[in-house]
């Protein structure tokens, strides 16, 4: 090794074997693994080697990558402090999902990669692509990408499709149109009754006394919530009905805990329910299984990943409804779910089977 400098680096490493600073004997001892470095060094510089025009060496580097321990890449691929450009390296050097996974999670991976990444994926790795909201709201050609992609499975071009008109059409629909701002927390009251008017059907022969929603603490010490709690207190069923499906934010929140599942549901059917508020509802343990359910079977909401999360974790949510959402987790939240002791035996078996599969895939 004396033909090393005293100090190495992962950077100043390859820059010595793109400029032929090192003959080649040296460069296949690098690719075997034998240079003292820094784990996430060592990991960069044998990712640049599996790309090498040499064959010995660049399958040599596969085979010392593949034994370095896969908690140590998926570290180094998480790890938002690396270089842009070592990073860059890992991306095109594995096709590991867990990895990838990581990798396209990283803030620190280019946009640009991503999409080249995305233009090519298998299925496994552009469901991976197509969940991460954050980084297509940056990046809208990685929905372009997907798209061009020979492979891309109707599932994920379903859910590019969506994306594309949740967050770009629409909003440049809505911008042409340039609306009057609405004030969220404000009831819409001329809003038409028709579309709950099964529900105002049945609210006629329920009882009035029924147990009223519990307040959170945080809502006992605001004003306007303990007013708007106390007018839903004297409200007859087909009143808080009506106030559940017109109601501003405020009502909304509180209407949703409400016992009678006739009020919950004239909530769930709110034309001013936003993607947030649905993920929050779906995390609450202290509302009906029946908002929850409605929650997995309206294709809108079921379609976003954070809303699929949230539902599975809940431990309130039906055994039937989290099932079938399982599949759709990515290898991270089912490891995690897998191993919650707060959710049913039927769903982390699921889970844990699900896991192993895939893992096996992998």
């Not at 010392?64 to 402090?81: G, M, Q, T």
């Not at 404000?186 to 099964?198: C, G, N």
């Not at 029924?210 to 809502?219: F, H, I, K």
């Not at 079977?297 to 309130?316: C, E, F, G, H, Q």
């Amino acid at each position: 090794m004396s033909d090393f400098p005293a100090e190495l680096s992962g950077a100043g490493i390859i820059e010595r074997i793109e400029s032929d600073q090192y003959p080649r004997e040296i460069v296949e001892t690098i690719a075997r693994g034998f240079l003292p470095l820094p784990q996430d060094d060592l990991i960069a510089v044998l990712a640049f080697l599996t790309n090498s025009p040499d064959a010995a060496i660049a399958a040599a580097a596969k085979t010392s990558l593949a034994d370095v321990p896969s908690r140590s890449i998926h570290a180094f691929a998480s790890n938002e402090s690396a270089p842009a450009e070592h990073l860059a390296l890992l991306m095109r050097a594995t096709d590991d999902p867990f990895i990838l996974e990581a990798l396209i999670r990283n803030r620190a991976l280019p946009d640009a990669l991503v999409a080249e990444v995305a233009a090519v994926a298998d299925a496994a790795v552009q469901e991976i692509v197509v969940i991460n909201q954050a980084r297509i709201l940056r990046a809208p050609e990685i929905l372009e990408a997907l798209l061009s992609n020979p492979t891309v499975t109707a599932d994920v071009r379903r859910r590019v499709m969506e994306t594309r008109e949740e967050f770009f059409e629409k909003k440049a629909r809505i911008a042409a149109a340039e609306p009057a701002e609405v004030d969220e927390d404000e009831p819409m009251l001329t809003l038409s009754e028709e579309p709950i008017a099964d529900l105002l059907e049945k609210a006629v022969a329920e009882p009035d006394d029924a147990q009223p929603p519990a307040l959170m603490e945080s809502e006992k010490t605001d004003e306007k919530k303990l007013s708007i709690f106390s007018q839903i207190l004297v409200m007859s069923v087909s009143d808080k009905v009506k106030l559940a499906f017109k109601g501003g934010k405020t009502e909304r929140m509180i209407l949703v805990r409400d016992h009678n599942r006739l009020v919950c549901s004239a909530v769930m059917r709110n034309p001013r329910m936003s993607e947030l508020e649905v993920e929050s509802i779906a995390g609450m343990r202290n509302i009906s299984e029946e908002v929850l359910r409605l929650i997995g079977m309206k294709r809108d909401w079921a379609s976003k990943y954070n809303i699929v999360v949230t539902l599975a974790r809940n431990p309130k949510c039906p055994v039937g409804v989290v099932l079938p959402l399982i599949n759709r987790l990515t290898l991270r939240d089912l490891k995690g779910l897998k191993d919650d002791k707060g959710v049913s035996e039927t769903v982390r078996s699921l889970a844990r089977k699900t896991y192993v599969q895939r893992s096996h895939k992998a």
